[in-house]
């Protein structure tokens, strides 16, 4: 089972914006950083932030993502039809050695 | 435009050993990343199987490790997964990635499209 635990779904308006928290612990989050993924029906997962906050080139501002703690989280402003996905938190575990992703959440566009 | 590609058999005999080999075009694979496989059962979240540098240097989750290999092939540009004493609980879609967003681990920024391997009993 995973170490890093997400909400199971979100959802809201076109428009809007949803958080997504992701939640660790002092050997994960606390003290690696964190990336999040987008993972559409049917297709591979798309890396979405790194680093903490960090956009890869050609993902819009519309996603943001902070840690404060043992906790990171992910904003999708802005909400189109088309963020209608899974959404992963992962992160290095350096008690484990070894890279771990969250339990997923899925956004749902109303 | 670096891509990878997943090969190997989608079937495997339950207690057999899993094969799979990720093809990377675009880039030489002897970069200094790592270079990674995940998995997802159906309808499951992810799972992070290990990373294997281009010099062999391998990190593998500790829940399989007793199972798992991992190695490379700089000559054909491919890096390879085995995974032995397969049963129903690895039948998963298998991707493998490159881990090379930012300065830090775990910032998978390439996948391969993924491949179905069912474990028949």
């Known amino acids: 089972q995973s170490v890093l635990t997400q909400p199971p779904s979100v959802s809201a308006a076109p428009g809007q914006k949803v958080t997504i928290s992701c939640s660790g612990s002092t050997s994960n989050i606390g003290n690696n950083y964190v990336s999040w993924y987008q993972q559409l029906p049917g297709t591979a997962p798309k890396l979405l932030i790194y680093?903490?906050?960090k956009r890869p080139s050609g993902i819009p501002d519309r996603f943001s993502g902070s840690k404060s703690g043992t906790s990171a989280t992910l904003g999708i402003s802005g909400l189109l039809t088309g963020d209608e996905a899974d959404y992963y938190c992962?992160?290095?575990?350096?008690?484990?050695?070894?890279?771990?992703f969250g339990t997923g959440t899925k956004v749902t566009v109303l | 435009q670096l891509q990878l590609q997943e090969s190997g058999p989608g079937l495997v005999k339950r207690s057999e050993t899993l094969s799979l080999t990720c093809t990377v075009s675009g880039v030489s694979i002897s970069t200094p990343y790592y270079w990674s496989w995940i998995r997802q059962p159906p309808g499951k979240g992810l799972e992070y199987i290990g990373s294997i540098y281009y010099t062999g240097n391998t990190y593998y989750n500790p829940s399989l490790q007793s199972r798992v290999i991992m190695s490379v092939d700089t000559s054909k540009n491919q890096f390879s997964l085995k995974l032995s004493s397969v049963t129903a609980a690895d039948t998963a879609v298998y991707y493998c990635a490159r881990d090379g967003a930012g300065n830090y681990l775990f910032g998978f920024d390439f996948w391969g499209p993924g491949t179905m391997v069912s474990v028949s009993s």
């Open positions: 680093d903490n906050d």
């Open positions: 992962g992160t290095w575990d350096s008690s484990l050695s070894a890279g771990v």
